[in-house]
């Protein structure tokens, strides 16, 4: 198009020319002038971006996998769903860390309280503190036979009874203790009077200072229990007995 406007523009200035020339007289010819030639860009069209159709979803998709039955209508309630509702699995508790044992506290153990004396215990009890706390030679121990040949005094007569002679024959020291049993104390304190009054003639002629620890001697009763103790420490084993048979 743009072409063909140059080549219009100069076909129509020759009909002119043309026309003039027929009609008038005739005069000196100039030149006629050449038009410019007038050089029309080119222009590149620019395509036009391609328009891109944009397709608008007509209503409100369908959920994918939905079971039939189960799409909600707007203004209706859902209805209930026939699958069974899964349970919820229980969570397990936390294992609780056990906690560290304590070691077992040692619950200190009362004393017991001092039961009474039994019948016979005072006895050995008078005599293992007299054995532990004094000084005593080598001694033998009288038996029932020996207690009925020196004492005279009937060993049923007793519930328990410890009787220790010296070994050697230039000793006096002597210890008896007993537990009589009731009505029988009389019978028994007379067996010892008996007893001493034997060992004042033996020592009376035959060393001095043995009788003088005969005469000396000690006979205590306390209750069911007597002592009778021939010994430099008699007073001692005096004490000994009362703090075993009170």
């Known amino acids: 198009m743009n072409r063909r406007f140059p080549a219009l523009a100069l076909a129509g200035v020759m009909t002119l020319s043309m026309l003039s020339a027929c009609g008038s007289p005739a005069a000196p010819s100039e030149p006629t002038p050449t038009p410019p030639t007038v050089e029309s860009p080119v222009v590149t069209p620019t395509p036009l971006p391609e328009p891109t159709a944009t397709l608008e979803p007509t ?3 369908a959920p994918e996998n939905t079971p039939a039955g189960d799409i909600n209508v707007p203004g209706q309630n859902p209805p209930e769903s026939s699958a069974p509702t899964a349970k919820p699995t229980k969570t397990p508790a936390p ?3 056990p906690a560290p044992t304590k070691a077992p506290t040692a619950t200190p153990t009362p ?3 001092p039961t009474p004396v039994d019948q016979g215990d005072a006895v050995q009890a008078v005599w293992d503190r007299i054995a532990s706390e004094i000084e ?3 001694f033998g121990d ?3 036979e020996i207690l009925s040949a020196l004492y005279g005094i009937d060993s049923a007569n007793l519930v328990s009874y410890i009787g220790k002679i010296p070994l050697m024959n230039v000793q006096a020291t002597e210890v008896f203790i007993a537990q009589v049993k009731e009505g029988s104390m ?3 304190k007379s067996g010892i009077e008996k007893r001493q009054a034997d060992l004042v003639e033996q020592w009376s002629t035959y060393l001095p200072e043995q009788l003088e620890l005969v005469q000396n001697y000690k006979l205590v009763t306390n209750g069911n229990y007597v002592l009778f103790a021939i010994s430099y420490e ?3 084993m005096e004490t000994i007995f009362n703090d075993c048979t009170n």
């Open 59 to 61: 209503g409100t998709p």
């Open 95 to 97: 294992t609780k860390t």
């Open 234 to 236: 008699a007073a001692q």
């Open 111 to 113: 004393e017991p309280a």
């Open 186 to 188: 009389d019978a028994v």
């Open 142 to 144: 009288m038996d029932s």
């Open 136 to 138: 005593l030679p080598s």
